[in-house]
């Protein structure tokens, strides 16, 4: 912890030579004059660029609450002091009220305040002094607790169902004392408790703790330990949070729960602790079952016990009855014989009917079918003979249809035959390439025709057209 030191050193070289360069580059008479805003904003530059985001610690003085909900206070310490502001936006998650003359530490950014030319820091962040040391110590030591294995979950050992003693390691004026014997008291009346007392805060209160806890193991007196102590500042927690009082605890060889603060709470007794309980009071219900718990539990159990009896007593019950089936009189047996093969005999003789039916049906059904596939001459005979006139018939009838449709088709060839068109005194002209002529435009003189007629051919030459 660092109170009243403002750890800002890191920046004073790098500013100093910014302001040697400033003195060296305005020096010269040529250089241009600049104006106080424009030195401000330098200078703001220049202290933003060169120093980091720190922490500083201080005394609070001179706060002021703005009404827009900025704060506006001083940082000293016994040499100096420096002006801060802290914003709305950045306050508004400080969970406490701070006040003139309280020891804080805070996060901020180096600035200057341009309108009046004020060196400032703009706070991101604040706490309560020490705080940051006591968090660094606390992380410290949990590391090292866990490194070696004092956190592990396979050296905790179980809590005894049944306790027959209690111990309670607390101071006699915590209120959770009277906590953990209140709940006792109404959960589990007949459980003995040994108090072992020991202040639980304050200098020199770990090792009176860790005596508590070897006290305790040494007497061999009680089942389970509950070591507790009600809720507070990590100050006034930081008793369980020494070494001493883990080591304590680890090397207990009773079942040790820490029900230490609230539920939100944690300390380094909670992570070495056999159990942990968010309050004292719940530490002195894990080690008493309420009588309704336990009757609860009970009648579980007693139903889980009955269910499997009960399926067991039916099986052999069951076996019983059938081997009391099984013990017949002889002569009841006989008769019962009897009686089957009896019965035998009337399945026997109904088969055998039913047998001799079945075979009589398809003897019946056979001879059907051999007198309806008997060859029968005559009616075959006569049946071809319709058959065949039927053929013939049919046959004449598709002859004459056939001759009919070939001299349709003839005469129909015989009009489109182009002999009878020259059978009627027409006639085929033809010129020297073979091209049928059918206008005289297709004519030259003195051309050498081929005129074909119904009988016989001839040629002619053009002497003469008219294209009319």
């Not at 090792?207 to 070591?227: G, N, P």
């Not at 053929?391 to 349709?408: D, F, G, I, P, S």
Request: with cysteine; net charge positive; aromatic share 6%.
């Amino acid at each position: 912890m660092h109170t009243g030191e403002i750890r800002i050193n890191t920046g004073y070289k790098r500013f100093g030579g910014w302001i040697n360069a400033m003195e060296r580059e305005f020096t010269p008479p040529t250089s241009p004059v600049l104006s106080v805003s424009a030195l401000n904003s330098l200078a703001r530059s220049a202290i933003e660029t060169a120093l980091p985001l720190v922490w500083v610690s201080g005394e609070i003085s001179n706060l002021t609450r703005a009404a827009s909900g900025h704060w506006y206070f001083s940082l000293k310490d016994d040499h100096a002091q420096v002006r801060c502001a802290m914003f709305r936006g950045r306050n508004q998650y400080v969970d406490w009220q701070p006040a003139n003359g309280d020891q804080v530490e805070i996060r901020a950014v180096a600035t200057l305040y341009e309108a009046r030319g004020d060196f400032q820091l703009q706070v991101e962040l604040m706490r309560r002094a020490g705080l940051g040391a006591l968090f660094e110590a606390f992380e410290k030591l949990k590391k090292k607790l866990s490194a070696e294995g004092l956190f592990e979950e396979s050296r905790k050992r179980d809590l005894p169902v049944f306790p027959r003693r209690v111990g309670i390691v607390t101071s006699p004026e915590a209120a959770a004392l009277r906590d953990v014997l209140t709940t006792l008291n109404r959960r589990a009346p007949w459980l003995p408790v040994t108090f072992y007392p020991t202040p639980v805060q304050g200098k020199g209160a770990g090792i009176k703790i860790s005596d508590a806890i070897r006290t305790a193991a040494e007497q061999k007196e009680c089942d389970v330990l509950i070591v507790c102590r009600g809720g507070g500042s990590i100050e006034d927690l930081w008793s369980f949070n020494e070494e001493i009082v883990a080591r304590a605890i680890a090397d207990s060889p009773i079942p040790v729960i820490c029900g230490v603060g609230h539920e939100t709470d944690f300390t380094i007794a909670d992570f070495v602790a056999d159990l942990r309980a968010p309050t004292p009071t719940a530490a002195a219900e894990q080690v008493s079952l309420s009588r309704d718990e336990w009757m609860q539990r009970l009648t579980t159990l007693h139903h889980r016990l009955s269910r499997p009896l009960h399926r067991m007593l039916s099986g052999h019950a069951q076996q019983v009855d059938m081997a009391a089936r099984r013990l017949v009189h002889p002569a009841q047996r006989l008769q019962s014989q009897r009686e089957g093969l009896a019965q035998f005999a009337r399945r026997l003789n109904m088969a055998q009917a039913q047998t001799i039916s079945r075979n009589r049906w398809q003897f019946d059904t056979i001879a059907r079918r051999l007198a309806f596939t008997r060859p029968q001459p005559a009616q075959q005979h006569d049946e071809l003979v319709r058959i065949h006139s039927g053929m013939r018939r049919a046959l004449n009838h598709q002859l004459e249809t056939r001759k009919a449709e070939v001299e349709r088709m003839a005469s129909h060839l015989a009009h489109l035959n182009p002999e009878a068109v020259l059978a009627r005194g027409y006639s085929m002209v033809r010129n020297a390439q073979g091209e049928v002529v059918r206008s005289s435009t297709q004519l030259k003189l003195d051309e050498t025709l081929d005129l074909r007629f119904h009988i016989g051919n001839a040629q002619a030459k053009v002497t003469k057209k008219d294209n009319e």
